[in-house]
């Protein structure tokens, strides 16, 4: 059986087409891909039942506020506060719910990647039932605070990292019309609230009484400290050519096509991607920072696994372990979420014929490739070493970021 | 250089070495006097000869039929390969010079023997055990080793 | 001793931490007690001995092919070169020479051994800088090698397939053939290893500069195989003292140019070309005969020594073998390459990043097996 040609894989590689179940996995993927197409150009623009939606729950609060004798103004204030409450909930929702199929994903691309299956038996279809198992497995796992441990520090660290990651999905515009909050300021609010997160690491690893902690706890400071101005920088040519702080103002500043000539026919979306240089220099610089920000390889010293043994989250088990897992997960898609807005033109269709398929769809493909990189970084490259990862950043991307404000001034007068 | 171009070198730079009676197969094995000789001889070989590398350093326990250990030491002469090898006899509880100071690689490989045979090395930066475990006592490798009982038995 | 397991009194502004015994990089269990300034190393003391076993002591209890058992159990990543030296030995006590065939297979399986170990190095090696993906690649060919020796021997780590006297079997139907595509398919992979990891920049910068061993450094701390080879000195076994049927085979030696952590790895890497070169050329020139020369039931060679070396995976591998005249050995002791290639942490350590301990460590490619036998 040794001997045998179905255990040596070469074959296999070489006539792939031939064989039932690569035919058929490829059938598959074709199949949703369509389905979802077709899910998406039948649902049609989701936003537009937001005002709707609104103004149906203020007029039932208005009306059984009347019933029960209260002031219209008080009803009306109640309505909002509900229609407030329940995007919140959905945001936070789907927010939270999120990283168990990211994990998912996580682990058949890489996988797949690696030349093996990744989970194929629980749940019967690829595995998709294993992370909620895992999410499961955690949440009931013992929950330790060591002795050694600050206690308060060591027990609200991993709420004070997840939080701002829930809170900075409200200004992102999930498509047109279906933001949480329209926010003016919309940038600098993501921004500030991403900063929070550094404490949150800062308070694992100090509050955690344990060498290794400690030092993952200050790495990480000063790496996640230091790539924030990068990340900043690089989305200052996007505000002047876009003008507004405004996700959703961004986002429609690109929902234009450059057309060819003579013909008039679009060939190329204005996604601020696309824009000569300034736009490449921008989204790399951009995507490398939030590379860092989240800490992911090649750029995840503070829980190098060989050398510090998980670094700052060594000390956690059970609900807190899986509250950091979920805050990384989380700032990956809203690092994905802010990479498509700000260069991908969010929910804007490529083409003018595609744009029977809704904006929240062409979001969340952005959305789901932008994943996708990150992933496909985490399992391609080594780790940077840490005062190689500074010198990254302080002397070779922000050099890059001025000089790419200054690019985009050239532009703007031009 | 042929083995008998190194044993004239030897004998007129140190009469009282010569070869060992019991030669390793296809190696030639000379005998160093004392221990004194010791050091002298590994530097020559280093310096004059070639002989740059140390090989192994190593004990073989003869105590039940001469009360010594034999110790033997192996060289070689990079890059063309050719062996030399060097034994010492040493009385039972003994100690002999150690070769550090002319090969850092006989730092470990003299712990070694320390530790497996009670060998002890003058002029070793740090000599202790380094195989055997802290609790255990004695030289295990010595034919008269008892092996006491300890808390994993 | 007491001093090594508290923290010795240290001035406030180093610290003093323990890489392993249990820490996933250490390959094995290894402790080194590190003093750190910071993140850089002042003092570094590899302390070895976990895994001992006493194989040495073992061995003069037991019969001379019993030992071979024994010598599996060695560097147990590459078993079929820690058995050759063992036979070699006795054989030479013995006075018998195994027959051709034979010589030519021990080179097809020693070099097929140093293929799967460098395949595992590679792979564990891209582990402890980070980078997940050549890990399982090359587990998958280092599976077809296991592969091949499971029809060969029906074993997958420990072979005792090299006995004295000869090897244990012949080579079943077939099996040349599937070498031969495994080889072709190892050919395809080596450029791909190359893009993914040699040649990545990360991987550059992390390894080029680290871990600088120069010739002098690597001869007197007694370094052997890739580690020498990488810091410039052209001395490999196989070309300097042919064994077996070595003498057949043409191959190139890779040989380093400034000792870094990342020589080291290459010299691995261009060494798993070469080893398939040589198999592809003993599986052509594979002469016909017997495999197993006449050697008596109870082995009792006359009294004599013998040291005999191989040029294992990680260096030279050296058994020195002491008869009476019993059918037990009376004395064996294993030069191990792990073992002399560990110590020149203690000077190499020093100076570095606590994040290039294992870059270092790793590329010195120690198997603790064998260190501590």
């Given at each position: 059986?040794?001997l045998?040609?179905?255990?040596?894989?070469?074959?296999?590689?070489?006539?792939?087409?031939?064989?039932?179940r690569?035919?058929?996995?490829a059938?598959?993927?074709?199949?949703?891909?369509?389905?979802?197409?077709?899910?998406?150009?039948?649902?049609?623009?989701?936003?537009?039942?937001g005002?709707?939606?609104?103004?149906?729950?203020?007029?039932?609060?208005?009306?059984?506020?009347?019933?029960?004798?209260?002031?219209?103004?008080?009803?009306?204030?109640?309505?909002?506060?509900?229609?407030?409450?329940?995007?919140?909930?959905?945001?936070?929702t789907?927010?939270?719910?999120?990283?168990?199929?990211?994990v998912?994903?996580?682990?058949?691309?890489s996988a797949?990647?690696?030349?093996?299956f990744?989970?194929?038996?629980?749940?019967?279809f690829h595995?998709w039932?294993?992370?909620v198992?895992?999410?499961?497995?955690?949440?009931?796992k013992?929950n330790i605070?060591?002795?050694?441990?600050?206690?308060?520090?060591?027990?609200?660290?991993?709420?004070?990292?997840?939080?701002?990651?829930?809170?900075?999905?409200?200004?992102?515009?999930?498509?047109?019309e279906l933001?949480?909050a329209?926010?003016?300021?919309g940038?600098?609010?993501v921004?500030?609230?991403?900063g929070?997160?550094v404490?949150?690491l800062?308070?694992a690893?100090?509050?955690?009484?344990?060498?290794?902690?400690?030092?993952?706890?200050?790495?990480?400071?000063?790496?996640?400290?230091s790539y924030?101005?990068?990340?900043s920088?690089s989305?200052?040519?996007?505000?002047m050519?876009?003008?507004?702080?405004?996700?959703?103002?961004?986002?429609?500043?690109?929902?234009?096509?450059?057309?060819?000539?003579?013909?008039?026919?679009?060939f190329?979306?204005?996604?601020?991607?696309?824009?000569?240089?300034?736009?490449?220099?921008?989204?790399?610089?951009?995507?490398?920072?939030?590379?860092?920000e989240t800490?992911?390889?090649?750029?995840d010293?503070?829980e190098?696994?060989?050398?510090?043994?998980?670094?700052?989250?060594?000390?956690?088990?059970?609900?807190?372990?899986?509250?950091?897992?979920?805050?990384e997960?989380?700032?990956?898609l809203?690092?994905?979420?802010?990479a498509?807005a700000?260069?991908l033109?969010?929910?804007g269709?490529?083409l003018?014929?595609?744009?029977?398929?809704?904006?929240?769809?062409w979001?969340?493909?952005?959305?789901?490739?932008?994943?996708f990189?990150?992933?496909?970084?985490r399992?391609?490259?080594?780790r940077?070493?840490?005062?190689r990862?500074?010198?990254?950043?302080?002397k070779?991307l922000?050099?890059?970021c001025?000089?790419?404000?200054?690019?985009?001034?050239l532009?703007?007068?031009? | 250089?042929?083995?008998?171009?190194?044993?004239?070198?030897?004998?007129?730079?140190?009469?009282?070495?010569?070869?060992?009676?019991?030669?390793?197969?296809?190696i030639?094995?000379?005998?160093?006097a004392?221990?004194?000789?010791?050091?002298?001889?590994?530097?020559?070989?280093?310096?004059k000869?070639?002989?740059d590398y140390?090989?192994m350093?190593?004990a073989?326990?003869?105590?039940?039929?001469r009360?010594?250990?034999?110790?033997?030491?192996?060289?070689?002469?990079?890059?063309?390969?050719?062996r030399?090898?060097?034994?010492?006899?040493?009385?039972?509880?003994?100690?002999?010079?150690?070769?550090?100071?002319?090969f850092?690689?006989a730092?470990?490989?003299?712990?070694?023997v320390?530790?497996?045979?009670?060998?002890?090395f003058?002029?070793?930066?740090?000599?202790?055990?380094?195989?055997?475990?802290?609790?255990?006592?004695?030289?295990?490798?010595r034919?008269?080793?008892?092996?006491?009982?300890?808390?994993?038995? | 001793m007491?001093?090594?397991?508290?923290?010795?009194?240290?001035?406030?502004?180093r610290m003093?931490?323990n890489?392993?015994?249990?820490?996933?990089s250490?390959?094995?269990?290894?402790?080194?007690?590190?003093?750190?300034?910071?993140?850089?190393?002042?003092?570094?003391?590899?302390?070895?001995?976990?895994?001992?076993?006493g194989?040495?002591?073992?061995?003069?209890?037991?019969?001379?092919?019993?030992?071979?058992?024994l010598?599996?159990r060695?560097?147990?990543?590459?078993?079929?070169t820690?058995?050759?030296p063992?036979?070699?030995?006795?054989e030479?006590?013995l006075?018998?020479?195994?027959?051709?065939?034979?010589?030519?297979?021990?080179?097809?399986?020693?070099?097929?051994?140093?293929i799967?170990?460098?395949?595992?190095?590679?792979?564990?090696?891209?582990i402890?800088?980070?980078?997940?993906?050549?890990?399982?690649h090359?587990?998958?060919?280092?599976?077809?090698?296991?592969?091949?020796?499971?029809?060969?021997?029906?074993?997958?780590?420990?072979?005792?397939?090299?006995?004295?006297?000869g090897?244990?079997?012949?080579?079943?139907?077939?099996w040349?053939?599937?070498?031969r595509?495994?080889?072709?398919?190892?050919?395809?992979?080596?450029?791909?290893?190359?893009?993914?990891?040699?040649?990545?920049?990360?991987?550059?910068d992390?390894?080029?500069?680290v871990?600088?061993l120069?010739?002098?450094a690597?001869?007197?701390?007694?370094?052997?195989?890739?580690?020498l080879r990488?810091?410039?000195?052209d001395?490999?076994?196989?070309?300097?003292?042919p064994?077996?049927?070595y003498?057949?085979?043409?191959?190139?030696?890779?040989v380093?140019k400034?000792?870094s952590?990342?020589d080291?790895y290459?010299c691995r890497?261009?060494e798993m070309?070469q080893?398939?070169?040589?198999?592809?050329?003993?599986?052509g020139g594979?002469?016909a005969?017997?495999?197993?020369?006449?050697?008596?039931?109870?082995?009792k060679?006359?009294?004599?020594?013998?040291?005999?070396h191989?040029?294992?995976?990680?260096?030279e591998?050296?058994?020195y073998?002491?008869?009476?005249?019993?059918?037990?050995?009376?004395?064996?002791?294993?030069?191990?390459?792990?073992?002399?290639?560990?110590?020149?942490?203690?000077?190499?350590l020093?100076?570095?990043?606590?994040?290039?301990?294992?870059?270092?460590?790793?590329?010195?490619?120690?198997?603790?097996?064998?260190?501590?036998?």
């Amino acid at each position: 059986m040794i001997l045998d040609e179905r255990f040596w894989p070469d074959a296999v590689w070489k006539g792939r087409w031939s064989l039932p179940r690569y035919r058929n996995g490829a059938l598959w993927i074709a199949g949703i891909a369509l389905g979802a197409a077709a899910l998406g150009a039948a649902v049609g623009e989701v936003g537009r039942f937001g005002s709707p939606a609104q103004h149906w729950i203020v007029r039932h609060c208005v009306a059984y506020g009347g019933l029960l004798g209260l002031a219209p103004g008080l009803t009306t204030s109640a309505g909002d506060l509900l229609w407030i409450l329940v995007k919140t909930g959905l945001v936070i929702t789907v927010v939270s719910a999120s990283p168990v199929f990211l994990v998912w994903w996580e682990r058949k691309i890489s996988a797949h990647m690696q030349s093996r299956f990744g989970p194929m038996v629980c749940g019967g279809f690829h595995g998709w039932l294993q992370c909620v198992a895992d999410g499961v497995k955690l949440l009931l796992k013992e929950n330790i605070t060591p002795d050694a441990a600050d206690p308060w520090t060591h027990r609200l660290a991993p709420a004070v990292a997840v939080v701002p990651a829930l809170l900075a999905f409200a200004p992102v515009s999930f498509g047109r019309e279906l933001s949480a909050a329209d926010l003016d300021v919309g940038t600098l609010y993501v921004f500030a609230l991403a900063g929070v997160s550094v404490l949150g690491l800062m308070m694992a690893g100090w509050g955690s009484g344990n060498k290794y902690s400690l030092l993952g706890g200050l790495r990480s400071t000063a790496q996640m400290v230091s790539y924030e101005l990068p990340r900043s920088f690089s989305v200052v040519p996007v505000l002047m050519f876009a003008g507004t702080l405004d996700l959703t103002g961004i986002v429609e500043a690109q929902a234009d096509w450059w057309t060819l000539p003579l013909t008039g026919i679009a060939f190329l979306p204005r996604w601020f991607v696309f824009y000569p240089v300034v736009g490449q220099l921008a989204f790399a610089i951009f995507l490398i920072a939030s590379v860092a920000e989240t800490n992911r390889v090649p750029f995840d010293l503070p829980e190098a696994e060989s050398e510090l043994v998980s670094g700052f989250h060594t000390e956690y088990s059970g609900i807190k372990f899986s509250l950091f897992f979920m805050a990384e997960y989380a700032y990956v898609l809203l690092a994905s979420c802010l990479a498509a807005a700000f260069f991908l033109g969010g929910g804007g269709a490529p083409l003018p014929w595609l744009t029977f398929l809704p904006s929240w769809w062409w979001f969340l493909a952005k959305v789901l490739v932008m994943v996708f990189l990150f992933m496909w970084f985490r399992w391609t490259f080594p780790r940077l070493r840490v005062d190689r990862l500074m010198d990254l950043n302080w002397k070779f991307l922000l050099p890059w970021c001025f000089a790419n404000i200054a690019f985009a001034g050239l532009a703007l007068m031009f | 250089m042929t083995d008998d171009e190194v044993l004239a070198k030897l004998a007129a730079t140190f009469p009282k070495a010569d070869k060992a009676e019991t030669q390793i197969k296809g190696i030639l094995t000379l005998r160093a006097a004392s221990g004194d000789d010791l050091v002298a001889l590994a530097r020559w070989l280093k310096d004059k000869l070639g002989f740059d590398y140390l090989d192994m350093i190593t004990a073989v326990d003869h105590v039940a039929e001469r009360k010594a250990f034999e110790l033997v030491y192996c060289f070689t002469q990079l890059p063309a390969g050719q062996r030399v090898a060097l034994k010492l006899e040493t009385p039972d509880p003994g100690s002999v010079p150690s070769l550090t100071a002319v090969f850092p690689s006989a730092d470990w490989q003299e712990r070694e023997v320390f530790d497996l045979f009670g060998v002890r090395f003058q002029g070793h930066p740090d000599l202790r055990k380094i195989l055997t475990p802290d609790f255990l006592e004695g030289h295990p490798l010595r034919k008269d080793y008892v092996h006491a009982k300890d808390r994993f038995d | 001793m007491p001093e090594l397991l508290a923290s010795p009194p240290l001035p406030s502004d180093r610290m003093f931490i323990n890489l392993g015994p249990q820490h996933p990089s250490t390959h094995g269990v290894l402790r080194v007690g590190l003093t750190v300034e910071g993140e850089f190393i002042v003092k570094a003391e590899p302390d070895v001995g976990y895994l001992h076993r006493g194989i040495e002591k073992l061995c003069e209890s037991r019969t001379y092919p019993q030992c071979v058992v024994l010598a599996d159990r060695l560097d147990y990543v590459s078993a079929m070169t820690n058995e050759l030296p063992f036979c070699l030995a006795a054989e030479t006590l013995l006075g018998v020479e195994a027959p051709e065939r034979a010589q030519d297979l021990r080179v097809i399986v020693c070099e097929l051994n140093r293929i799967a170990s460098h395949l595992l190095f590679f792979g564990t090696y891209g582990i402890d800088l980070g980078a997940f993906t050549p890990f399982l690649h090359a587990f998958r060919e280092r599976e077809m090698v296991l592969d091949l020796f499971e029809a060969l021997c029906g074993g997958r780590l420990t072979y005792n397939y090299i006995r004295i006297g000869g090897v244990m079997k012949d080579l079943p139907e077939g099996w040349g053939d599937l070498c031969r595509r495994f080889l072709t398919h190892l050919g395809e992979r080596l450029p791909e290893y190359d893009e993914l990891l040699s040649f990545n920049p990360i991987f550059l910068d992390r390894t080029r500069e680290v871990g600088l061993l120069d010739r002098r450094a690597a001869v007197s701390w007694g370094m052997t195989g890739p580690n020498l080879r990488a810091s410039g000195v052209d001395y490999d076994l196989r070309k300097a003292a042919p064994y077996c049927g070595y003498g057949k085979v043409a191959f190139d030696t890779a040989v380093g140019k400034r000792g870094s952590c990342w020589d080291r790895y290459y010299c691995r890497v261009r060494e798993m070309a070469q080893s398939a070169r040589i198999v592809e050329q003993a599986l052509g020139g594979l002469a016909a005969g017997p495999v197993m020369a006449k050697v008596p039931k109870v082995l009792k060679p006359p009294p004599g020594e013998a040291y005999a070396h191989v040029e294992a995976s990680r260096g030279e591998l050296g058994v020195y073998m002491v008869s009476d005249g019993g059918a037990s050995p009376a004395r064996v002791h294993v030069r191990a390459p792990s073992f002399l290639n560990l110590q020149v942490l203690g000077e190499l350590l020093v100076g570095a990043r606590i994040a290039d301990v294992v870059a270092i460590l790793g590329s010195v490619d120690i198997v603790l097996g064998e260190c501590d036998r």
